[in-house]
C-alpha cells in the first residue's frame, strides 16, 4: 500500500507534529471533510419537504442511516445517531424496563461512558450490581473471559444485562465478544448484552450480527469521522425499552425510540464517505500495518525491564490493537511524555485514568497509581514515526540510569 496516497487522505498529518494520541480520537478523512463542509454550502435546510434542495438534503441523510447501518451489518431502524457514545448509553439505560431486584452485571475494565449510567439507573430503580473484574492477571494484563465469567456466577436467573468493552481504551486488549455472548445466552437467555466498541471501531470491522449483541456503541470520531456517535439496537431488544420519543411518534425503531434529536444533519450525511475510504484500504491491510506498528514499540517495551507494560505484551493483532500503555520505574508518567515532547515530534500522552477510573482503582496494580504513558496508533502512523518514538525513550531511559 502506498503510504503517501494514504497519509494524504488526512489533511491533519501535514503538521509538523506525530500524532501518538489517536485513542482519543482519529484524525478525519478528506472526503468527510468534504462532504460536511458541501452540506453547509448548497443544502443546508430542513429534511423531509417536498422542493428539491429539501428532497436532495433527505436523500444524503438518508444515505448517511444506510452505510452506517451496512457498516455495521445491521438494517437501519436497528441504528440511531447521538452526540457521543455516553449520551446514548445514558439514553439506552434510561429506556430500558426493569423491576426491582434485577441484576445487572459491569466490568471494571470498561471506559465510565459504559458505566457511569448504569450506575444512576441502578440507584434510581433498586438493581443490583455485581461488578466482573478478571480473576487472572489482575495487576498487568487482566482480559474479559467467557469462562472467567462463568467460573464467577455472575450470570443468573436474574441477569438483566450484562455490560463490557469489546476493547480497553487503556490495555488494547480485544475482547472475545461473540464468545461471551453465547456463554450469557447459554445460562440466561432473556439476559441483554450491551458492548462499548469505541476503542475497537478505529482498527476493525464492526458485525453486531456474529457478535450476537443485543446493544453497541462506538464513536465515528474515533473512525476517521465527526464527533458524533451511533448506537446498534437489535430488533428484538427494541421491545425492552420504553420509548424516549415524542408522544405522537411511532414507539418502534431505534431514532424513533431513542434519537432525542441526536446527531445533527450535517455529520450524519459524512458516514458514506468514510465507508468508501476504509472500503478502498481494506481490512486486512490495516490490520497488517498496525500489527508491525505495535511490534514496533512492544519489542523495545519488552527488552527494558524499567518498563512495565499494561496489556497484552505480545504484537499479535488477533490479540490487541495498538494501544500501548506502560510506565517507568522511578519516573511518573507525566515527566516522561514531558521529556518526550521536548526530544522529539512524538505525542503520545500521560492521564491518571484515561476514563477508565474503576480498571485504575480496582484492578490494575500500585505501579498504575500515577496513571499510565499511552502510545495509541491508526494506520496512516508509519514504522519510521514508532521508531522515533522508540529513539526518544531509549534516550529517556539510558539518560535516568546515568
Given at each position: ?300 517495551v519488552r527488552s527494558r525491564p524499567e518498563i512495565q507494560l499494561y496489556g497484552e505484551p505480545r504484537g499479535d493483532r488477533n490479540l490487541r490493537v495498538p494501544v500501548v500503555s506502560f510506565t517507568v520505574l522511578g519516573r511518573t508518567p507525566t515527566e516522561v511524555v514531558q521529556e518526550i515532547y521536548e526530544t522529539s515530534k512524538c505525542r503520545p500522552v500521560a492521564d491518571k485514568s484515561f476514563y477508565a477510573e474503576r480498571l485504575f482503582n480496582n484492578v490494575l496494580g500500585a505501579d498504575a497509581k500515577n496513571g499510565v504513558i499511552r502510545c495509541s496508533f491508526l494506520h496512516y ?22
Open positions: 500500500m502506498d503510504m503517501k496516497r494514504i497519509r494524504s487522505q488526512f489533511p491533519a498529518l501535514s503538521q509538523d507534529q506525530i500524532f501518538m494520541d489517536n485513542a482519543a480520537g482519529a484524525q478525519v478523512v478528506k472526503t468527510c471533510i468534504e462532504s460536511i463542509h458541501e452540506y453547509f454550502m448548497n443544502m443546508n435546510v430542513q429534511p423531509a419537504s417536498p422542493y428539491p434542495l429539501s428532497e436532495q438534503a433527505t436523500a444524503r441523510l438518508n444515505a448517511g442511516y444506510e452505510a452506517g447501518a451496512e457498516y455495521i451489518n445491521a438494517s437501519v431502524d436497528e441504528v440511531v445517531f447521538g452526540s457521543a457514545t455516553t449520551q446514548l448509553v445514558r439514553n439506552v439505560s434510561t429506556a430500558l424496563v426493569v423491576k426491582p431486584g434485577d441484576e445487572i452485571v459491569l466490568s471494571s475494565l470498561d471506559h465510565e461512558a459504559h458505566l457511569a449510567a448504569w450506575v444512576q439507573v441502578a440507584k434510581w430503580k433498586n438493581l443490583k450490581i455485581k461488578w466482573w473484574i478478571p480473576s487472572k492477571n489482575t495487576q498487568t494484563n487482566p482480559k474479559l473471559e467467557a469462562d472467567d465469567l462463568i467460573s464467577q456466577a455472575l450470570v443468573t436467573e436474574n441477569t438483566r444485562l450484562v455490560c463490557f468493552t469489546h476493547t480497553s481504551n487503556v490495555l488494547g486488549s480485544i475482547t472475545d465478544v461473540s464468545a461471551i455472548c453465547k456463554a450469557i445466552k447459554g445460562i440466561n437467555p432473556k439476559t441483554l448484552v450491551s458492548v462499548d466498541g469505541v476503542a475497537y471501531a478505529p482498527h476493525a470491522p464492526i458485525d453486531v450480527q456474529a457478535f450476537g449483541v443485543d446493544f453497541y456503541f462506538f464513536s465515528w470520531y474515533k473512525v476517521y469521522g465527526p464527533h458524533m456517535a451511533m448506537a446498534f439496537i437489535k430488533k428484538s431488544a427494541q421491545g425492552e425499552l420504553e420509548s424516549l420519543g415524542h408522544f405522537f411518534l411511532p414507539k418502534s425503531g431505534a431514532y424513533n425510540l431513542l434519537n432525542l434529536a441526536g446527531g445533527n444533519y450535517e455529520l450524519i450525511q459524512s458516514i458514506p464517505p468514510i465507508v468508501t475510504y476504509l472500503r478502498s484500504v481494506g481490512w486486512d491491510w490495516i490490520k497488517q500495518q498496525e500489527g508491525a506498528l505495535q511490534e514496533e514499540l512492544l519489542r523495545f502512523n508509519t514504522v519510521e514515526e514508532v521508531r522515533e518514538l522508540v529513539k526518544a525513550l531509549e534516550a529517556i531511559l539510558n539518560k535516568s540510569k546515568i
